[in-house]
């Protein structure tokens, strides 16, 4: 199954802006920093492997220690054909340029030694080393976003360790029947989840 994970066109609208808005990069960020994404539903924390994605995970602490995803909201739910309780579900600046900082190398899972399992957090892109500020959380086991012969597959970098029963209402909730691309039409939220704060968990 294909989820089209970057929504095709739309984030190549968003490279020259975000190229211009360029800031210089925060450090390397500390082990097992956890990050808690207060939305309009409820809590969501994820843990960051920072040690194992260092790229993907200093790029998305970026966005949180700067506000970056204040305000957003988790606005895709792309549900599996065969099983519509698994599929993925995907939050971030969606389009909003002036929030995005410019785009990171792809950090694969074959070097990074992550998988795509049920509450994986990864970054959403359209071609190889164009993820910026937008992301998605893993329902069920995808490991058809791992990186294989053939596909460099999607930069997992975290984990949810709260919070998944919330991910899965998510899942489930009313989408409209059109999309922005062939592979997302039906996968727009009816009532987007507003993430009100992003904030490092101390």
Do not use: C
Request: net charge positive; proline share 8%; glycine share 14%.
């Amino acid at each position: 199954m294909r989820f089209g994970l970057g929504w095709g066109g739309r984030i190549g609208g968003l490279l020259a802006a975000a190229l211009l808005a360029g800031a210089p990069a925060p450090t390397a960020p500390p082990a097992a920093q956890r990050v808690r994404l207060e939305t309009s539903a409820g809590p969501i924390v994820i843990e960051l492997a920072t040690r194992a994605a260092p790229l993907t995970t200093t790029n998305f602490l970026r966005y949180v220690d700067n506000g970056r995803f204040d305000g957003t909201t988790f606005y895709r739910a792309a549900r599996a054909k065969r099983d519509p309780k698994t599929g993925l579900v995907q939050g971030g600046i969606n389009t909003k340029a002036i929030r995005a900082y410019p785009p990171i190398a792809h950090e694969p899972t074959g070097r990074t030694g992550l998988h795509h399992v049920d509450g994986t957090v990864s970054m959403a892109r359209a071609s190889y080393g164009t993820a910026m500020g937008d992301f998605f959380i893993v329902v069920g086991p995808a490991p058809y976003l791992d990186e294989r012969p053939g596909s460099r597959g999607y930069a997992a970098f975290g984990k949810v360790v709260a919070g998944m029963p919330l991910v899965r209402r998510i899942l489930g909730a009313p989408t409209w029947p059109g999309g922005y691309s062939r592979e997302t039409i039906g996968q727009s939220l009816r009532e987007p989840v507003r993430i009100v704060s992003a904030r490092r968990v101390k």
